[in-house]
């Protein structure tokens, strides 16, 4: 396990290795907490407000839905015009 020194400001580098392994980037944002007498970081990716339905329970598995359907060629167009995709729509 690579050593690390606290520098000045109580600053720290993460090792190369581990932000390859993590994908972490300068900007990221990092979860602290304190675990049986040990100092955890965690990787947090912040989620826009505007955005955050994406990531909803709900909202992913219609994705996962939709991806079987769309594999299986359980869709319909495209289409050339709006004409053509009312008409398969009321079909």
Do not use: C
């Not at 989620?47 to 060629?73: C, S």
């Amino acid at each position: 396990m690579p050593l690390i020194k606290v520098k000045q400001n109580f600053q720290i580098t993460l090792p190369n290795s581990l932000r390859k392994i993590f994908n972490i980037a300068v900007g990221d944002y990092m979860e602290v907490e304190k675990h049986e007498g040990e100092i955890v970081l965690k990787p947090v990716k912040v989620v826009h407000p505007d955005q955050a339905y994406f990531y909803t329970k709900e909202w992913q598995e219609a994705e996962a839905k939709a991806d079987k359907d769309i594999a299986k060629g359980k869709m319909l167009g495209p289409f050339d015009n709006v004409e053509d995709f009312a008409k398969a729509m009321k079909s």
